[in-house]
């Protein structure tokens, strides 16, 4: 048994690289997780944009058809041109939000193959320390062994 079982100082070798390893899949998995937040928080700023895009569209017309209506002969084209322009705004933010969804499901997915990265570490950090601690109980029980050989040979 103790020839397929490495030596006690290649085993800890082996669970520190797999510790390393872990610590990686850690930094990948916060990084992930950061840049799904930033895209999350983009994809909200775009959202309150559109909003504040369709209240100004909103209160245009509400301008037109009150407050402007005694002067609307004088002032309908820049009226129009403005509504045009919230418009065209808003249709810009319409399609950058699109983008930004698009964003942030690949940023979520990044996560979530982080995270798999991560579990998949962890499991063979786990079966590493496993191999360690055998090595160390098959080392002990040899020296027993060979302890209780030299007593008996006394």
Known sequence: MMGALPQPREAQQLHRLRELRVQRARERCAQALAEVERAAEAVHGRQRQIERGRSAIDALAHAVVHSFAPHLPRWSGMAAAQRDRLADRLERDEYELVSEEH????????????????????????????????????????????????????
């Open 103 to 154: 964003g942030l499901e690949q940023a979520q997915e990044k996560s979530q193959q982080a995270r798999a990265e991560l579990t998949r570490a962890l499991a063979r950090e786990d079966a590493v320390r496993g191999l360690v601690q055998e090595t160390r109980r098959a080392q002990r029980l040899a020296r027993e062994a060979r302890a209780e050989l030299e007593t008996e040979d006394q």
